[in-house]
């Protein structure tokens, strides 16, 4: 089926430094989401970005936060600086729309622990 | 706002045994879509099935749904798990089509034994 990659898929950072977290979503998709999930508890939704534009965020993409898919390449989500709580697993999702039923494809996560 | 409560955390079952996992819904919206993705380990969260047809049963890889909108519930079955059925399930809502986000319940860690 079709695949949603992200890189990395650990990473250990300091408190205060910069990161970004990458994501190759599925080819043709025009729709890209950020969840993040803190070990034992559900998927929160982040942030969701559409034709170059952020969408949608929640009380949880601080100002921190920023994400951009620049010319078609990766989708990022950067932050700087990091703080502990960061410390998750962030999944990446990609969307082709309504046509394709509304189906949400993730990656396996890329989990960050912040220190 | 939205949200999704799935009430069991964790469900042990022995294999043969139906599997029955919960999920009821809030949202204001009228025409919702619910969805239940399972989540391996070292694996992507994958959709396994989604509604939003009122009081219609929707199947794949031998688990059903039917979405009622009267109790706003999306409960998960199948009539004999399998011990490869061990898995996180989580139940998930959008209260729109197109681009939506999607809203997550805490999600039922599933284990089969033998």
């Known amino acids: 089926g079709p695949k949603v990659l992200q890189i990395p898929s650990h990473q250990i950072i300091d408190m205060g430094q910069m990161v970004t977290l990458n994501c190759d979503p599925v080819?043709?998709?025009?729709?890209f989401y950020w969840y993040k999930q803190i070990l034992g508890q559900q998927m929160e939704f982040l942030v969701n970005?559409?034709?170059?534009?952020?969408?949608?965020k929640s009380k949880l993409f601080k100002d921190q936060f920023s994400v951009e898919r620049p010319d078609g390449s990766y989708f990022t989500l950067k932050i700087q600086p990091t703080a502990l709580e960061d410390s998750a697993v962030y999944f990446c999702?990609?969307?082709?729309?309504?046509?394709?039923?509304?189906?949400?494809?993730f990656g396996e996560g890329s989990r960050l622990i912040v220190v | 706002g939205d949200s999704v409560t799935q009430t069991e955390g964790l469900v042990t079952l022995t294999e043969g045994l139906p599997v029955m996992l919960n999920c009821t819904y809030q949202?204001?919206?009228?025409?919702?879509?619910l969805f239940w993705y399972v989540h391996y380990l070292n694996e992507s969260p994958r959709l396994l099935l989604k509604s939003s047809t009122d009081n219609k049963r929707t199947e794949h890889q031998g688990f059903h749904a039917t979405l009622h909108k009267s109790s706003s519930s999306f409960h998960l079955q199948k009539s004999s798990a399998q011990l490869s059925d061990s898995a996180l399930y989580y139940c998930?809502?959008?209260?729109?089509?197109?681009?939506?986000?999607?809203?997550f319940g805490e999600g039922t860690k599933l284990t089969v034994s033998s």
């Open positions: 949202t204001i919206y009228s025409n919702p879509f």
């Open positions: 999702a990609s969307a082709g729309g309504r046509r394709s039923g509304n189906t949400l494809y």
């Open positions: 970005f559409y034709n170059g534009k952020v969408m949608e």
């Open positions: 998930a809502l959008s209260d729109r089509g197109g681009s939506a986000k999607l809203i």
């Open positions: 080819s043709n998709h025009l729709y």
